[in-house]
């Protein structure tokens, strides 16, 4: 067994970051900043290395100045620090389609751990489009990359983001290759969803209140909804977003999996192993709609102009919006209808799961003008949970007023006691805790839920709808 001081000197050792598409948007957009921020907590180690992979004509000099303009632009914190820290940026110049930049980057590798004269960690990251992952993975391995040199220390891992595959196939053919050259535990599928603070929260407010637990069931729910709403409209990735469309983009992944958390058995502990088990079993649990589900439970529509984003087919039939009425085989929620509903250029930016309670049945009120038990947790605008209830108004007449009990991260605690979803993605890799990593398994099950319902939309089953910019997609289609 590893012992304590084994495993801190792993979590110690010099530490080489390789990011293929270092000029990239996520780099631009996250990964940048959840470095800084676990560098300025002291929690990246000591000795680290960062090698960016990408095609302009840069040197380490022009990458770390390109850096610190979006560390200034950005107004990351403590500015005194961004020069010692981009010291440990590097630039590798060069096309990752090419074969020969892999042996220049195994040289460069070998040239590092011969200088700390130890077997460093390395950490792959995959932060390019998917089509260029299979490319990437085959040659690190052609390389001699994606073997630790050494079974006693240094750790060897690989990180791939979101979209996994584009079906059913491409998700197995990938997996089926990165099985083949990686193990499981190199292997950290990244949902960014998993890693936000209130997402990781879903389970410790299932299982740590008691007053839900009786009532988690469809004895008492009548319905469960996910709601992913944004305002910004595809703007510049609309080559990438036309290929793909809002299912595929959030459904199959953030979605289904915030759906997972409010459906899925406790876990008989919070190990890894645990959880991951238990979360891949309720997605597995999603019933694969039927086509003529699809046709009557499904609704696709475009928001009026995407067609002339930039990128995006004149003629696309891609989705904006969608919603999906679908079920589960748990038990425990059977006939419990589970709504997924997401959309860009809607006229609010909100995520949250609705979890709507029956009612009492006790005769005592009258169903039709009472209103139920609602409890909203929101990722977005607030991080908050708030629960609709019924309390008596004041005065002579016994009638009843809808009120809520509410909790708000946000004003409950200071802003620096939070962690960016990145960073917690990125502290967990370093210490080779998976639990916020999707499994083949997960991913499996997602797609064979989705892909059937791509396929019918793409025979035009149900048609596609228009609605303006800006506007409640939801609301105009309720009307139909
Ligand atoms: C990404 C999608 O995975 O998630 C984007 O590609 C979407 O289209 C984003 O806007 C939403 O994530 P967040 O963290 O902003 O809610």
């Known amino acids: 067994m590893t012992s304590k001081s ?12 390789v990011i293929f598409g270092i000029t990239g948007d996520l780099v631009q957009k996250k990964i940048l900043r959840a470095l800084y921020h676990l560098y300025i907590k002291k929690v990246l180690p000591q000795k680290f290395r960062v090698y960016g992979f990408s095609r302009r004509s840069y ?48 040289e460069i590798l070998g040239r590092a751990d ?27 391995h052609k390389n001699g990359l994606t073997i630790p040199c050494s079974p006693e220390e240094g750790w060897t891992r690989v990180i791939v983001e979101k979209p996994f595959g584009t079906d059913l196939d491409t998700a197995i053919d990938l997996d089926m290759t990165l099985a083949k050259l990686f193990k499981e535990e190199q292997i950290y599928r990244v949902d960014h969803y998993l890693a936000k603070e209130t997402v990781r929260n879903i389970l410790a407010f299932r299982f740590s209140n008691s007053f839900l637990t009786p009532a988690w069931n469809n004895k008492w729910i009548e319905k469960i909804e996910v709601k992913l709403f944004e305002k910004d409209t595809v703007s510049e990735r609309g080559n990438f977003y036309d290929k793909v469309g809002t299912l595929r983009d959030v459904g199959q992944n953030h979605m289904l999996q915030l759906l997972a958390l409010f459906i899925m058995e406790q876990p008989d502990s919070f190990t890894p192993e645990e959880i ?54 748990i038990p425990q929620f059977e006939g419990v209808p589970l709504i997924l509903e997401s959309g860009k250029a809607l006229d609010e930016d909100l995520t949250e799961v609705v ?65 960016d979803d990145y960073e917690a993605l990125m502290y967990d890799i370093i210490k080779g805790d998976q639990t916020l990593f999707v499994s083949t ?3 499996l099950s997602q797609w064979q839920f989705i892909e059937p319902i791509v396929n ?17 997609a939801g609301t105009v289609f309720k009307k139909k």
């Open 441 to 443: 398994k997960e991913i």
């Open 59 to 106: 040197g380490d000099k022009q990458l770390r100045e390109y850096l610190k303009s979006i560390m200034m632009t950005k107004a990351f914190p403590e500015p005194s620090l961004y020069d010692v820290f981009l010291e440990s940026f590097y630039y590798i110049e060069g096309d990752f389609h090419e074969e020969e930049v892999y042996g220049k980057l195994a």
């Open 456 to 472: 019918v939309w793409e025979k035009g089953k149900p048609p596609l709808q228009f609605y303006k910019k800006n506007t409640y």
């Open 276 to 329: 991951k088990e238990k979360r891949s079993k309720a997605l597995e649990s999603i019933k694969t709609p039927t086509p003529a589900a699809i046709r009557t439970l499904t609704r696709r529509a475009q928001y009026e102009g995407y067609r002339e984003e930039k990128g995006v087919a004149t003629d696309s039939n891609t989705e904006t919006y969608f919603s999906i009425q679908a079920t589960t085989s």
């Open 114 to 140: 011969g200088m700390w004269k130890v077997c460093t960690n390395k950490l792959f990251y995959l932060a390019v489009p998917p089509i260029s992952y299979m490319h990437i993975i085959t040659n690190l």
């Open 6 to 17: 084994q495993l801190a000197s792993k979590f110690t050792l010099p530490t080489i970051f």
């Open 355 to 419: 979890v709507t309670f029956k009612h009492t049945g006790n005769g005592l009120y009258d169903e039709k003008t009472t209103p139920q038990n609602i409890l909203h947790y929101y990722l977005r605008p607030d991080e908050s949970i708030s629960m609709r209830f019924l309390a008596k108004k004041p005065g002579f007449k016994y009638e009843l007023e809808e009120h809520s009990l509410g909790f708000d991260y946000h004003a409950a605690y200071e802003k620096s006691a939070f962690v």
